[in-house]
Structure formats: structure tokens, C-alpha cells
């Protein structure tokens, strides 16, 4: 099933015979992927066969863009939950960092608790609430807001786990915003990087910068190929453009021996993941990844012709003694300006490479 393209893999789900025999066993991130380029509207009834770790990395991949949740891409993701079982909204919602279904409440609701009796015997619910239970209303910040989706979701885990209904919802009411993004990007953080995914700080040691008399500069161990394979969130059979490319890197891998073909394969993944959290591609777009390799295969392959020329050395030979994520540094150091993300904020050139330059060492 992976083998086919993902504008197809639709009609290849529906055809199966035993689809929920078939999509637990999706890579998390080919999940997301496969919800993505489906659209999630009309991916729902994938949704009730995925595992729990495919539905937290739909979110974790899909509803933030860079450091931050994006708020369009959650509510899209929590309908599609919605529009399910109850038995998939309370597994979804249990798997997700409360700290994240508080978020997408904070997006559309107020809060408001009953007061006992005693406090105010006068009380009567605010306009335009909602309850389902009597002592929490809802307000909708926006008059206009469809709740649907959040009220079927509050109502599956009113019914299912209670205890996490109350979490929330006091949550909303009492905890800081601030606080509750810094805590869900946190777990995300860590998730994420069990896919392969680092931090976006590690991300952006790949641009560090380096002295130009440093460029051809040799690691002093003789392999820099990690012969060890890890397993891949994703399926690739073949990286983007080595058919028709003839940068460097893909002409060494040309005169490289089979194993030391999947250590470049494996190396160039890892360095394909960084360039797209540094550079915040949206990881859980599926046309990320292949951006990501396009750029990373770009650079390491000035990299590679320039350590190669300036030691004499055999394209193969260099690609053998140097890691591919310096080839990378030692090409974005060769055209900064080309190679270098967007700031995040207004910062002039200078004011960006010294950022790029602080969380990385001179070597």
C-alpha cells in the first residue's frame, strides 16, 4: 500500500479488504501524510482504525507550524475526531496533551461556573451559553463560531471520563494561556524528536557558521558513515531527484558500495528532517519532506565539491570521510544568503547569523 503515490492512495484504502488491518501499520507520519493528502474532511473513517500514536502525531505533525499550534490546522483535526465514534473522540482526547484540547477550547469558548446557593442566589446563566451538565457554560467568542465539533467532543468525554472533562474545562478557566502553549510545545518537542524530528534550536545548527579557512577542513576519523539504520516515520523507496540530478552528492552515492548507499540514505533523511524544522516547513504537509531532501542534497553537494577539490580528494572518498550534515554547513557557508530561512522576526542579515552562530561551536 505504501508503494503507491499518495494521490492515489485514497482509491488504494478503499479498495482493500481489511483496511483496519492495514492502517495501524502505517508509519505515524505516513498516516498524517495519508490524512493530508485526503483531505481530512473525507478522511474521517480512517481515523477509528489508527493507533494512538498515529492520531497524536497527525496532531503533532499537522496542527503547529513552527513553535506554535496553528489554529486552523487543530480545528480541522478535532472536527474530523468529532465527526467519529465516541470510543475515537475519548481515545483521541486521553492520547493528546490535555494542555492541547485545552488550547482548542480556549479558541472557542469562555467558561463560566455556577456558583452555589450561598455565593449567589441570584445567578442566571450568561447569554448565548451553553451547559451540558448544569454547572459549566460555555460562551462562544465569536457568535458565529459552529461549536459543534467541541460540544460533541465535551459530551463524549462528559459521558466516558469525567475527570479529564473537569481537567479541561477548569483549565480553561484557570490556567494561563502562556503557559499551557509552553507545556504543549514542550511534549511535542519530545515526541517529535523520537521521529527524527529535532528540536528547533538542534535544527538550526545545520547553518551555524564557519570560518572560511575551516571549509575543507577533514574529520580526523577515516569513516564518516554510520553503517547503523533507525526506523523511518515515513516510506521513501527512492530520494527525490537522483534520477535526473547530477549534483555531487548523487554521483558519489553512484561509486559508494550498497551499505554505504543506505548510510547516506539514513544520514541524508536525518539532515532532511533538520533543514525542515529549522527552516519551519509545515512537517505534517507531505511535500515538506521532499522539499527538505531537495535543499539538503543541494547544499551538501557544494559541500562535497568543495572538500573534495580543495583535498584532492575523490567525490566518493570525501563523501566517505566527511558527515553529510557538514557538507551541508560547509555548502549554506558558501552562499549564506541563498541557504540561510526566513527570520523568524525582523532581523537584519548581521542580526541573523549571530543568532545561527550562538547556538552552534566554531567547528
Known amino acids: 500500500m505504501l508503494e503507491a503515490s499518495l494521490s492515489i492512495r485514497r482509491q488504494t484504502l478503499e479498495l482493500l479488504p481489511n483496511p483496519e488491518a492495514v492502517v495501524p501499520l502505517l508509519p505515524e507520519a505516513e498516516f498524517c501524510y495519508t490524512c493530508r493528502s485526503i483531505g481530512l474532511e473525507d478522511a474521517a473513517w480512517l481515523l477509528p482504525m489508527a493507533t494512538n500514536e498515529q492520531l497524536v502525531t497527525g496532531f503533532d505533525l499537522d496542527a503547529w507550524q513552527g513553535l506554535t499550534v496553528e489554529p486552523a490546522r487543530l480545528d480541522s483535526w478535532m472536527a474530523a475526531v468529532a465527526s467519529t465514534d465516541d470510543e475515537t473522540i475519548v481515545r483521541t482526547a486521553q492520547s493528546l496533551d490535555p494542555e492541547l484540547v485545552v488550547i482548542y477550547l480556549r479558541q472557542h469558548v469562555d467558561v463560566y461556573i455556577k456558583p452555589s446557593e450561598q455565593e449567589d442566589p441570584d445567578w442566571s446563566p450568561p447569554d448565548r451559553s451553553q451547559t451540558l451538565e448544569g454547572q459549566f457554560y460555555f460562551v462562544a467568542k465569536d457568535p458565529k463560531d459552529d461549536l459543534a ?132 516547513m509545515e512537517l505534517g504537509n507531505p511535500e515538506s519532506l521532499p522539499a527538505a531532501i531537495d535543499k539538503a542534497t543541494r547544499f551538501a553537494s557544494m559541500g562535497l565539491d568543495h572538500v573534495a577539490a580543495e583535498n584532492g580528494l575523490e567525490l566518493a572518498d570525501g563523501l566517505r570521510r566527511t558527515p553529510i550534515e557538514r557538507l551541508f554547513r560547509v555548502g549554506t557557508n558558501l552562499d549564506r544568503e541563498a541557504a540561510l530561512p526566513d527570520p523568524i522576526t525582523s532581523q537584519s542579515d548581521e542580526e541573523r547569523d549571530e543568532t545561527i552562530r550562538s547556538s552552534t561551536d566554531e567547528g
Open 149 to 280: 465539533p467541541m460540544l460533541r467532543t465535551l459530551h463524549a468525554l462528559f459521558q466516558a471520563d469525567y475527570w479529564l472533562y473537569f481537567r479541561v474545562i477548569q483549565a480553561v478557566r484557570e490556567e494561563l494561556g502562556v503557559e499551557n502553549q509552553e507545556w504543549a510545545l514542550r511534549w511535542r518537542t519530545g515526541r517529535i524528536e523520537d521521529l527524527g524530528f529535532p528540536s528547533w534550536d538542534a535544527a538550526m545548527r545545520i547553518y551555524g557558521f564557519l570560518r572560511p579557512d575551516r571549509l575543507a577542513e577533514l574529520p580526523p576519523d577515516a569513516s564518516a558513515l554510520d553503517l547503523e539504520s533507525w526506523t523511518l516515520p515515513v516510506w521513501i523507496t527512492e530520494l527525490p531527484g537522483v534520477r535526473s540530478d547530477e549534483r555531487a552528492l548523487f554521483r558519489a552515492i553512484r561509486d559508494l558500495t550498497d551499505e554505504e548507499r543506505s548510510a547516506v540514505f539514513y544520514a541524508l533523511i536525518a539532515l532532511a528532517n533538520r533543514v525542515a524544522v529549522a527552516d519551519r
